[in-house]
């Protein structure tokens, strides 16, 4: 077998690389540091694979194009920033509502507004769950280091088709602009999911049928499948609807189809936990440090473990408990002013709980973590 | 009676295109010009005998951007305003489809003013059909770029003190190259000019003036639908005349026909070439 | 109700008594909304509004199945009855 | 034993950080990615390489950092340098202090003329360039060499193969005498 | 004296009669069901007094003049419902970096996405803490009558001019459209806060001054201060800055300048909580069936109290708490699928919480809420 | 010598509307043209003789947005794309005031276009400098809706397949009422565009061509800001001329000069009529 | 005690709840809020006046409800009503199911045909307007003069002025019109 | 350092010796970024490039006043000299 190729890789490069093997065919978007790359490598690569790439006139239309596009029958993606996702928010509703696959990565940069557009944050956090307006049922993954980008970017694919919804792949302006060296998998290696296509003939054909998962088979156009889609509160078949009978059959629907299979997205690493008196959690560029801290702390004696977050919605309630099961004290580490600790607090009112918070423009350093470590042992 | 089953077959023919299992009829008042744009666009359709799986049909949102859930093709109901990106991205996923955009002047003139002009500007092939009835309806009324200065809404209800956008320049000096106006009354030239449209390669704007006599028209005391109809047939002038008409004499007409036709590559064939000559390279 | 206020055609309380052919017109009356458009614009004055705005055909022998009425019904509910 | 945690602890030693500093113009970011793939084609060790963004990246000050390590590289971004390229004294004054004790300070003689330490090595990069090859451009790729040459790091067969990787078009032998120089002129200072 | 005038008015008006005599003269806004009226109502009454409406072209545009307007000198407002404020978030961010006095209101709808435009909902309650992205630290009110949406838009203002940030009034359909025989308040019955302005001359003057309580005075344009304004990270004079040591300065001013004042913006009714065993916790149109509900059980009985919420942002945690001190039960009502729960969670974890959602596009009655009583009880 | 006193005077002038407290010099490349458009604005301004404290400077994001802060104005940098409602609402609020937009190519007519085309229609009296250098410089070069077709950018790596807006025929078209270009090497013109665009009642623009070599210039080989200030003065053809051209031998031209200025009534003058008609009714 | 709390529970006693329904174009909404404005001008009652919302209010049907209580009212709509208008069969069929048990019912027998019980106060409203008044438009004011005179829960003088305020002008005689017809035909059959 | 350096006039080290007047420019050398702007549209030559790039008056006895070279430049680094 011959020596599989290295390639040198931003993480923005990365993403575009792991979507194009999770089956990315349709890119749209609108330039915005620190994703900025995720665009350019995209227009890059696309027409090369008989993909489709296009600059749209700004975010807005960009996520619209990526759900029309989808539904049309291509897999596809955006990438943005803070400000970029905020104006995405009424349509990233809109392919929830509507029950459309599609990824959109948020390279976190420091807010508020403008805020920082060149440094580092993770103050997007919570918009990724409670962005759009309406109950909303999030997944976010966030991978941490350059290899990760690619195979969570799959992962984001997998999930988006898997539950037929918008999935965000939580990124960072250190993971996006780092170059790391890795290895791109190869055709076969790892599971791509499609959607399910509709097996009824055009005349059976429900639109928003209510199967045992939840998720309903999703034709592409020109299959002979013609439905209707809308934001509004719709029935089974897609068409409005006002009746009291019928709107919570539709909003459960999109809430138990991603609810009740937690554990197909739930990805959590763990360092050094089973005899940890101390639990740094954290994710994406800040559990870089924390796993640093850790591998250093523990160098010394001291009894800590990381828990390191690759899906932070839905959150992982559950297993989370059960991982950190045994350490009375819990660190919660992120780049911002406390948005993760809420989750952890309502989780864990058992556990001692600190913060440790950076929100300058800069990562952790993993000393800033250890003399958390050591102020809380 | 040649004649008669001709005009038999051609009254039926909207039936055929109608969405099983969708509840008739629409919920457009009494009267509303959108149904009669409705019928004009399935029997332009028809004309052109398109396949109805190769149609999609885009909205937003209002009471024009209703329309598409009647007709059994592909359809699209969006967000407000941005049912062209959304067109945008169907279509160039599957450029052989047939992309037709269903929009308000609020749609496309106001929230969706924007992704009007790029998408005239990058000369996609959609046909954006624009029902202007100069008014907000879905909301109750309230003024959109179309109402005329001095004129009322609930939003100016001491007349209007802001000017309008005629869509159809603006489309041009964006870049659509197929520009046409026809209204409501003027059904058979609506449908030609739709059917125009649709055929054309490149971004083509169908305006059709239509009537709110619920909202526009009560509030301006301008009557109800069937009088709003036979304002639209005095208005009317078609292009030719109208180019030979001043400016005086062309206030408060409504000029008809085609407007503006150019020939220029679209977006979806010109990005086919860079496929072309790109593909499979590493 | 009478037999025009469902099906549109005239019927016996019409004071315009039909019988030199079939009935020209098609209306269904469920869809119709009585926005009277088609009234007006027929320009053989063949449709009369019933008691519900509703279209019926008065002077049926009149029209010329010039579509006028039909390509401008909002909703779709008349349609030519010519075999 | 809590209190004592951050005297006691220590910066991994399985890390090699290298800082590439100067001005705006000189290319380091570009040389820091020609180093990581010169490290990642000879063989399995992991790079991580990084730089600071913004406006002030146009003209100003510019750095650009590689991590190396045979393990996984958690923490992305330098700690302690082990190694720190100034190409500009104003680079050198920055980030002389992120040195560790015992770390390699390579220099640019040519435009840097205050050096805190004795233990140091010193290459008129630029001038080498000017006069040598006859275009400034290529200082990095000289700079490049030397710190193969006098660090280990990366082999020479690896350093080149990365180089030419990189080199527009054209350019090649430009590059290739850059390289040349380097090893040569750093061969001389080895010690 | 002579007796007052009552006035039949819908939520909607009510909150343009309230938003006048707070002091705005400016109102932007785009109509939406069902927050419609307020703009109808505005363009009908500010030429009256010599104030200014617009129609802008969006909400993006909406917002982005009420906050220019504002920072011009006159106090602003703008109104929308879900899919705008969804589009807002991004200015709303900027209004809060800034340091922007200005009032947005929510007449919540169903969601997510279009939805359903006529029906009520409390679904965009963590949107209106976690919209924007970035850190922020939202400041939101809650009427539940056409009264209170009177004084909860008079207090949204002077909240706006009191901590200069945006201020979220979240109504909801029922209010919004409930006509209600009020007396408006007479002049001088209520107190106005206007911005503080300042005092220094215009060469001392330090825009984005530190100052004991964290909100610096803030000048009209033409009054001889002539400083800069940017979302960008800024110094307290305004000028852009990627220091790690001035970045945190200016973020922590924005939090604390809110969070550490959270008793002046706090606002909760309590009824029937002396003796009660089990508390129902809602806020707008839910409140008024929790407080219908509570009135009903009492009558036979049953020991529960109603707490109702007028301001859900900042969440009032120790003063909720206190309230609920003696009771173990908690049932949180709410039109949704789920959301002020996680924050009760998170801050009562030693009670038994119980979730009263309803979200079919109708308001709880009071008899589901007798029936949740009796459930717990 | 009075000609020297003179020039030594005005070219003083800029030093003085400089921003206390601001670090100079900009942020901006070396010899980029944003710069000059500054001198033009301030030079134009002082001109005027309008006092500092009745100018406001309001901006979106990009490189050329960050030109008000330098300057001693009320200066308003906004989010990107906004800048025209935000001074929309300035100025409405305060329809004394100066309003002045600096915007890029990008930020007005990309993710902008629609305040774009609405301030245009509503001819509020605001002017749009427009800083026009065909790309995305803050963003590092990719392709924007003035990028001309087979253009490179990062984002049209195999050459731009989409068409470009012409900004001064859009924004006639939505109902500007002053349009004006000129580019940085003919900063005389420039400056006393400017000047009648600030004095024209009514929305106005200037459109001003300017160098983005650090991008737009390596990725299309067109040198430095030397040689694109050279192409400018090439390709340059005042309007007067370009009338008498045909479409072909404008191809590449720039044309300069006032392009469209026409009367019509402004919509702050037009609203304070509904006050003072309406003022104090019950 | 839990288990029971249901079967115990009562309507509050302070609340009078009414719902004017019929077809789009009748004007139940203006009645609506007519009548709450002649409560409101009357005395120091609260009310409270909702309707549905929605498409569904172009043409179709409508209701309008007005609550009213001596006492703060918490719950806005209605739960039990105590007095249902009714001018269409339609309204009638959805609406009667709400009316409580000894509730008041009153519909217009021009265009309701089949009532569900003898208990209830007919009159045809929509024909005494085209009949006596000449404008069928007026039948909603109408049946708010026969509400009031058979509930009282309005005063006559109070009512009128209510109806007054919001005639446009040049209706006025036409409105007071039907308000006496209302009266009168109301004060005939009032038991 | 030399003069030329900091303050953009002409220097002891310029080869052009310049005595026939006061220096017709005042060239701010932090302020200049180098672009070559003045120097290449300086229609009488008067300016060339320093070390670093930025313009020193190498023949200032022709400058016009003609104002060209602090118009265009980005960075108001030149100002006129004359009294
Ligand atoms: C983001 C957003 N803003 C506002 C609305 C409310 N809205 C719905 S339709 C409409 C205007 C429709 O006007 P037009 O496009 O002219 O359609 P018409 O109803 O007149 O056919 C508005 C403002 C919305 N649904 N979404
Ligand atoms: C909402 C949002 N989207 C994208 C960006 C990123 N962005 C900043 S400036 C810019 C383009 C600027 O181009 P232009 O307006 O032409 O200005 P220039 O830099 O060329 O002067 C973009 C896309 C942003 N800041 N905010
Ligand atoms: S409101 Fe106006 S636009 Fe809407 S359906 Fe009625 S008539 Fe048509
Ligand atoms: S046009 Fe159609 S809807 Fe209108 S009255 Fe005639 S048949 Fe009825
Ligand atoms: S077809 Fe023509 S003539 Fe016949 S009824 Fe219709 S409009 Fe009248
Ligand atoms: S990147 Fe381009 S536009 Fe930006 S400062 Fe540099 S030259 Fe000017
Ligand atoms: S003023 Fe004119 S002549 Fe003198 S140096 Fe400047 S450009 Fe040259
Ligand atoms: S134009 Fe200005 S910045 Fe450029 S070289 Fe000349 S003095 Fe320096
Ligand atoms: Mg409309
Ligand atoms: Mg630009």
């Known amino acids: 077998m011959p020596a599989r190729e290295r390639k040198l890789l931003q993480g923005n490069q990365a993403c575009v690389h792991g979507a194009i093997y999770a089956g990315m065919r349709f890119f749209a978007g609108y330039p915005i540091t620190p994703s900025t790359e995720v665009a350019e490598m995209s227009a890059r690569l696309l027409p090369r694979i008989g993909g489709r790439f296009i600059q749209m006139e700004d975010e807005i239309g960009s996520i619209a194009a990526v759900v029309g596009a989808s539904i049309s029958g291509l897999k596809s993606m955006t990438a943005t920033s803070g400000p970029g996702y905020s104006l995405m928010l009424e349509n990233i509703g809109y392919a929830y509502m509507t029950e459309t696959p599609c990824v959109i990565v948020n390279v976190q940069r420091g807010g508020p507004s403008t805020g920082l557009p060149t440094k580092v944050s993770q103050s997007d956090t919570m918009q990724a769950r409670y962005g759009p307006h309406g109950d909303y049922c999030a997944i976010a993954v966030a991978p941490s280091t350059v290899a990760d980008t690619v195979t969570e970017t799959i992962r984001a694919f997998n999930l988006a088709?898997?539950?037929?919804?918008?999935?965000?792949?939580?990124?960072?302006?250190?993971i996006a602009h780092s170059r790391e060296l890795i290895y791109l998998p190869e055709e076969g290696e790892l599971e791509i999911y499609n959607r399910v296509k509709p097996t009824a003939s055009p005349e059976e054909f429900e639109a928003f049928a209510l199967t045992p998962n939840g998720v309903s088979p999703m034709p592409s156009y020109g299959e002979g499948y013609r439905y209707n889609v809308t934001g509004l509160t719709h029935d089974t078949h897609g068409f409005t609807t006002n009746r009291v009978d019928e709107i919570p059959v539709k909003l459960e629907k999109l809430r138990h189809k991603i609810a009740d299979y937690t554990d197909e997205i739930e990805k959590i690493r763990v360092e050094h936990m089973d005899d940890a008196e101390v639990a740094i959690i954290a994710y994406g560029s800040a559990a870089r440090a924390a796993l640093q801290a850790t591998d250093i702390a523990r160098k010394v004696?001291?009894?800590?473990?990381?828990v390191q977050l690759y899906s932070i919605w839905p959150f992982p309630d559950a297993k989370l408990k059960e991982l950190c099961g045994r350490c009375k004290k819990v660190i919660v580490a992120e780049l911002n002013m406390g948005q993760l600790i809420t989750e952890i607090e309502r989780i864990m009112p058992d556990k001692q709980i600190t913060t440790l918070q950076r929100y300058d423009g800069e990562i952790l350093t993993p000393l800033q973590v250890v003399k958390k470590i050591e102020e809380v042992l | 009676m040649a004649t008669a089953e001709k005009a038999k077959q051609k009254s039926d023919v909207t039936l055929h295109y109608l969405r099983p299992g969708k509840k008739f009829p629409s919920v457009w008042c009494p009267g509303c010009g959108n149904g009669v744009v409705m019928g004009s666009l399935i029997r332009a359709i028809d004309n052109l005998g398109l396949s109805k799986d190769e149609v999609v049909l885009v909205s937003g949102i209002g009471c024009s951007s209703r329309l598409p859930v009647y007709l059994d093709f592909n359809s699209l109901h969006t967000t407000h305003g941005r049912a062209l990106p959304f067109a945008t991205g169907a279509k160039f996923a599957q450029p052989h489809m047939k992309v037709i955009v269903i929009t308000g002047d609020g749609d496309a003139l106001a929230i969706g003013g924007n992704h009007f002009i790029h998408a005239c500007r990058r000369n996609i092939d959609i046909t954006a059909i624009l029902i202007n009835n100069h008014i907000y309806g879905m909301t109750g009324g309230q003024g959109s770029p179309t109402t005329p200065g001095g004129t009322f809404s609930t939003t100016t209800p001491y007349g209007n003190v802001e000017k309008h956008f005629d869509?159809?320049?603006?489309?041009?000096?964006?870049?659509?190259?197929?520009?046409?106006?026809?209204?409501?009354?003027?059904?058979?030239?609506?449908?030609?000019?739709?059917?125009?449209?649709?055929?054309?390669?490149?971004?083509?704007?169908v305006e059709a003036i239509s009537n709110c006599h619920t909202y526009f028209g009560r509030l301006n005391r301008k009557g109800?639908?069937?009088?709003?109809?036979?304002?639209?047939?005095?208005?009317?002038?078609?292009?030719?005349?109208?180019?030979?008409?001043?400016?005086?004499?062309?206030?408060?007409?409504i000029v008809t026909g085609v407007i503006h036709n150019v020939e220029k590559t679209e977006f979806c064939d010109e990005y086919q070439k860079v496929v072309d000559a790109h593909m499979g390279e590493k | 109700?009478?037999?025009?206020?469902?099906?549109?055609?005239?019927?016996?309380?019409?004071?315009?008594?039909?019988?030199?052919?079939?009935?020209?017109?098609?209306?269904?009356?469920?869809?119709?909304?009585?926005?009277?458009?088609?009234?007006?614009?027929?320009?053989?004055?063949?449709?009369?509004?019933?008691?519900?705005?509703?279209?019926?055909?008065?002077?049926?022998?009149?029209?010329?199945?010039?579509?006028?009425?039909?390509?401008h019904c909002p909703d779709f509910a008349i349609t030519s009855n010519y075999k | 034993m809590a209190a004592k945690l951050l005297d006691k602890v220590e910066i991994p030693k399985d890390r090699y950080e290298m800082r590439l500093s100067g001005s705006g113009g000189q290319g380091m970011i570009l040389a820091a990615v020609i180093m990581s793939e010169a490290i990642g084609g000879a063989d399995e060790r992991n790079v991580v390489q990084s730089q600071s963004y913004g406006p002030e990246a146009r003209g100003g000050a510019s750095k650009a950092d590689v991590v190396v390590s045979e393990n996984e590289i958690y923490y992305p971004k330098a700690m302690n340098l082990d190694l720190l390229l100034a190409m500009t004294q104003e680079s050198l004054d920055s980030y002389y202090p992120n040195l560790k004790e015992?770390?390699?300070?390579?220099?640019?003689?040519?435009?840097?003329?205050?050096?805190p330490t004795d233990n140091y090595f010193g290459l008129p990069f630029t001038q080498l360039a000017r006069e040598k090859v006859g275009i400034i451009m290529v200082a990095n790729v000289i700079a490049l060499a030397a710190i193969a040459e006098l660090t280990g790091v990366v082999t020479r067969e690896a350093l080149t193969k990365a180089v030419l990787g990189r080199a527009p078009r054209g350019t090649e032998d430009k590059?290739?005498?850059?390289?040349e120089i380097g090893f040569e002129e750093a061969a001389k200072i080895k010690k």
């Open chain 4, 102 to 115: 015992g770390g390699t300070l390579i220099i640019d003689t040519t435009l840097v003329t205050d050096v």
């Open chain 3, 1 to 71: 109700m009478t037999d025009a206020d469902t099906t549109g055609k005239p019927g016996p309380q019409s004071k315009y008594d039909y019988s030199k052919g079939p009935a020209p017109l098609e209306i269904n009356m469920t869809w119709c909304k009585a926005c009277n458009i088609c009234i007006a614009l027929c320009p053989k004055q063949v449709l009369e509004p019933d008691r519900n705005g509703k279209p019926v055909q008065a002077r049926p022998e009149n029209c010329t199945q010039c579509t006028l009425c039909w390509i």
């Open chain 1, 161 to 174: 088709e898997r539950f037929r919804t918008p999935v965000t792949v939580l990124l960072d302006e250190v």
């Open chain 2, 167 to 205: 869509p159809c320049s603006l489309a041009a000096a964006a870049g659509a190259t197929f520009v046409a106006r026809s209204t409501v009354y003027h059904e058979p030239q609506l449908q030609k000019l739709i059917g125009q449209a649709i055929s054309h390669r490149g971004f083509s704007l």
């Open chain 4, 175 to 179: 590059n290739r005498k850059a390289l």
């Open chain 2, 224 to 253: 109800d639908a069937v009088a709003m109809f036979d304002a639209f047939k005095e208005r009317a002038v078609p292009v030719g005349k109208a180019s030979k008409m001043t400016e005086e004499e062309l206030e408060d007409k």
């Open chain 1, 301 to 306: 004696g001291a009894k800590v473990g990381a």
